[in-house]
């Protein structure tokens, strides 16, 4: 997995918003949107919207992954792991739908002030 930044405004993503290639087990390679990192049970997990080659996602489908990065070398790419286990795939997943409804009331809230 690589971090850079994304600087195509024309994409519908902000301009400064973080993307990483995720390596496939296929050996393939997919750019993804990093949406959030959330904390659940005091574990990391990093939520990616899978972007094709235009920098778009039609399918609306996120990934979630265990996350975690190494303390003592802030400079070490973090780690990412399947989650195997249904019911912590569960409680991630109803994590994010609170993240979203968050955001989304947080949005309303900016319309209003406008």
């Known amino acids: 997995m690589s ?5 195509h405004a024309d994409n519908g993503y902000d301009a400064e918003e973080m993307t990483v290639d995720l390596d496939l087990e296929d050996g393939t390679s997919v750019t993804c949107a990093v949406i959030t ?14 972007l094709d080659e235009s920098g ?8 979630f992954y265990r996350y975690s990065e190494n303390p003592d070398d802030p400079n070490e790419e973090p780690a990412l792991a399947y989650i195997e286990d249904d019911d912590e795939y569960e409680a991630v997943a109803d994590a ?4 979203l409804d968050s955001s989304e009331f947080d949005e309303l809230l900016d319309d209003d002030k406008q």
């Not at 778009?56 to 990934?63: P, R």
């Not at 994010?96 to 993240?99: K, L």
């Open 96 to 99: 994010f739908d609170e993240y």
């Open 3 to 7: 971090k850079k930044n994304d600087s």
């Open 56 to 63: 778009e996602n039609t399918e609306g489908e996120v990934w």
């Open 37 to 50: 990192i959330l904390t659940v049970a005091k574990q990391d997990y990093i939520v990616l919207l899978p």
